[in-house]
Structures are given as structure tokens and as C-alpha cells.
């Protein structure tokens, strides 16, 4: 059964500060989604990788990919308030099913 | 741009009701899901759908819940009888074509089981 596990689960920090979320997951798949998660609204999608070695870049954010590691990570640049929010990663189980991990629940304080 | 829709937002109910929530998803889709987040919790899927037919379900999925696409348009999850443990949000996605694509969410409709 596939498990996805991200690291860590709260984290404060201050504007202007770089950081990374980790994204760990048991068995091979190819196809990595990050979400966001305002309190109380739905899911954002951010970034979709769908290979090994893939990278995006969206504003302060990139996300990564390693497929052999099996590990995505979420980098945060120059942090600022707006990017406080819930980060899910997600993995495909199967072509139609997401494993969700638990949440990155970033505070970024001013 | 188009966007999945829900209904109702919130909807309350008392222990053992039936309940149906309805997601509308985008026009040209055609795979559709049901998942589910307890509060403070991660989401977890319950089932995917395509074809007319059930792809995938999860153990939560019990014969509780059933799914529907009564028309071309509208995807509903139905509980049967209700329990406190299935108070959660509960978001539809939907998604064009599967391998790789990525699934778009419904704003969420808020079950409050008392």
C-alpha cells in the first residue's frame, strides 16, 4: 500500500527566509501533484510532475522530483505572508487514484 | 475558466439520514472522484468513477456510499444512513483524461452528521 509522507508538518517562518517541504513516498510512481490548501477552501493545484528530474517554477515556488529517491520536494523562496497556507502533496496509487501526505502547515510571519 | 462546482456548501443532518451531495464537473471531463477530509486531517480518496462505472474504491467506500451520474452533467455521492464519523468535508474532482493529468477540485460541501 503506497504511503506518502511529508516532512514537516508545521512550519513557522519568517518573511524573506528560504525553506524546503519534503515529500516521501513508498512505491514507484512517476506522477507527483502539489497542492495548496487555504483554511477552509479546497485544493489549489500548484504543480503536476510527471517524470523523474522534473522541475517547476511558479513565483517564490519550485518543486523537484526523484523518482529513484522517491522524494519531491516544495521550495520556498524569500518567503512572504501570502504563502501561508496548507501544502498537500499527492502521489498516484493507481491512474486514478491520489494518496494524499498530511499537510505542511506553513506559517509565515512577518 | 471553467471549475467544478458543489452543493450545498454545508449541509447538516442527523444520524441516520440519507444524504446526496452534488458536484458538477468540468464540461469535457471524464474522470470524476469523491474524496474526503476530516477536519485537520490529510484527504483521503473514496472513488473514482469513469464510464458510467465505478473504477476504484476505497475501503471507506462501504455499501453505505454509492456514486451516480444521473445526467450529462451532474456527479452525486449518496450515504445512505449517516454517522457521526462521516462529518467531514468532502471535495469532488474531476479530470480530462487520466495518465498524468491533473484532477481539478470542487470548492468542498462541509457534511455536519449530529
Known amino acids: 500500500e503506497l504511503k506518502v509522507e511529508q516532512n514537516p508538518l508545521f512550519l513557522s517562518m519568517q518573511e524573506g527566509k528560504n525553506y524546503t517541504i519534503y515529500c516521501n513516498y513508498s512505491?514507484?510512481?512517476?506522477?507527483l501533484y502539489w497542492y495548496r490548501q487555504d483554511p477552509g477552501k479546497s485544493l489549489e493545484s500548484l504543480f503536476v510532475?510527471?517524470?523523474?528530474?522534473a522541475v517547476k517554477q511558479e513565483g517564490r515556488l519550485m518543486a523537484s522530483l526523484d523518482t529513484k529517491a522517491r522524494l519531491s520536494t516544495l521550495h520556498i523562496t524569500a518567503a512572504v505572508h501570502d504563502l501561508s497556507a496548507t501544502y498537500f502533496c499527492?502521489?498516484?496509487?493507481?491512474?486514478?487514484?491520489?494518496?494524499f501526505g498530511q499537510g505542511t502547515r506553513l506559517t509565515i510571519n512577518p | 475558466e471553467p471549475e467544478v462546482t458543489q452543493t450545498p456548501s454545508h449541509q447538516v443532518t442527523q444520524m441516520g439520514q440519507e444524504v446526496i451531495l452534488r458536484c458538477v464537473p468540468i464540461s469535457n471531463h471524464l474522470y470524476f472522484y469523491w474524496y474526503r477530509q476530516i477536519l485537520g486531517q490529510k484527504v483521503e480518496f473514496l472513488v473514482s468513477f469513469y464510464n458510467n462505472e465505478i473504477s476504484e474504491k476505497s475501503e471507506i467506500f462501504d455499501d453505505q456510499f454509492s456514486v451516480e451520474r444521473p445526467d450529462g452533467s451532474n456527479f452525486t455521492l449518496k450515504i445512505r444512513s449517516t454517522k457521526l464519523e462521516d462529518s467531514a468535508m468532502y471535495f469532488c474532482?474531476?479530470?480530462?483524461?487520466?495518465?498524468?493529468?491533473?484532477?481539478?477540485f470542487g470548492p468542498g460541501t462541509r457534511l455536519t452528521v449530529l
Open positions: 512505491t514507484t510512481s512517476d506522477r
Open positions: 510532475l510527471l517524470s523523474n528530474g
Open positions: 499527492a502521489v498516484d496509487a493507481s491512474p486514478q487514484k491520489l494518496v
Open positions: 474532482a474531476s479530470e480530462r483524461e487520466s495518465a498524468g493529468n491533473e484532477q481539478f
